[in-house]
Antibody, heavy 121, light 112 residues
Framework: QVTLRESGPALVKPTQTLTLTCIFS??????????VGWIRQPPGKALEWLAL???????YYSTSLETRLTISKDTSKNQVVLTMTNVDPVDTGTYYC?????????????WGQGTLVTVSS | QSVLTQPPSVSGAPGQRVTLPCTGS?????????VHWYQQRPGTAPKVLIY???KRPSGVPDRFSGSKSGTSASLAITGLQAEDEADYYC????????????FGGGTKLTVL
């Protein structure tokens, strides 16, 4: 059974660094073809893909945010961590981690429940 | 401004058929990349509805179907039910700047 769960601070001040952790089970990021990504959703707005990390440690970032994002993994702990520097109130929203389905189709097949992050002084 | 364009809202009466379009460009859908669809009910995480343009995960009713042509894709829902009221997002791959996943702006489906 595949599960993912996000954790992180509910409130962050502007200019600070946000660190989010995704703890997953039911699969291993040591397995060839596995990937985990982060997606966010501002209140009342659309989904926005942020970053992705592959089993072989290849990393991909949203072009608009790549200077502020870092994604990493700890396969021994079944964790993926996303850091976002210099946060702003526009970064407020729900942050999801999700698994890319292994195989030929590049879709997010399992999602965490999301964690709400508010950026405010 | 999302890379994939979806109408903000669509509505239909129970039992009707509705179609939700997703328009892309030559750097994403038109480049041959697959389109996937997600359903998001209020307060919950998105759930994959269609992947690989036309495929349904197990448990998704066959009332939901996907298609793709040229630079566009669409999600069709037949026999509309009250429980189908939700936000729907298309997602694909875009190679215009770097390899990246992209989402549409989402469509709010209202069942009248």
């Amino acid at each position: 059974q595949v599960t993912l769960r996000e954790s992180g601070p509910a409130l962050v001040k502007p200019t600070q660094t946000l660190t989010l952790t995704c703890i997953f089970s039911g699969f291993s990021l040591n397995t060839s073809g596995m990937s985990v990504g982060w997606i966010r959703q501002p209140p009342g707005k659309a989904l926005e893909w942020l970053a992705l990390i592959d089993w072989d440690d290849d990393k991909y970032y949203s072009t608009s945010l790549e200077t502020r994002l870092t994604i990493s993994k700890d396969t021994s702990k079944n964790q993926v961590v996303l850091t976002m520097t210099n946060v702003d109130p526009v970064d407020t929203g729900t942050y999801y981690c999700a698994r890319i389905a292994p195989g030929d189709y590049d879709h997010f097949d399992y999602w965490g429940q999301g964690t709400l992050v508010t950026v405010s002084s | 401004q999302s890379v994939l364009t979806q109408p903000p809202s669509v509505s239909g009466a129970p039992g009707q058929r509705v179609t939700l379009p997703c328009t892309g460009s030559s750097s994403n859908i038109g480049a041959g990349y697959d389109v996937h669809w997600y359903q998001q009910r209020p307060g919950t995480a998105p759930k994959v509805l269609i992947y690989g343009n036309t495929k349904r995960p197990s448990g998704v009713p066959d009332r939901f179907s996907g298609s793709k042509s040229g630079t566009s894709a669409s999600l069709a829902i037949t026999g509309l039910q009250a429980e189908d009221e939700a936000d729907y997002y298309c997602q694909s791959y875009d190679n215009s700047l770097s390899v990246s996943r992209v989402f549409g702006g989402g469509t709010k489906l209202t069942v009248l």
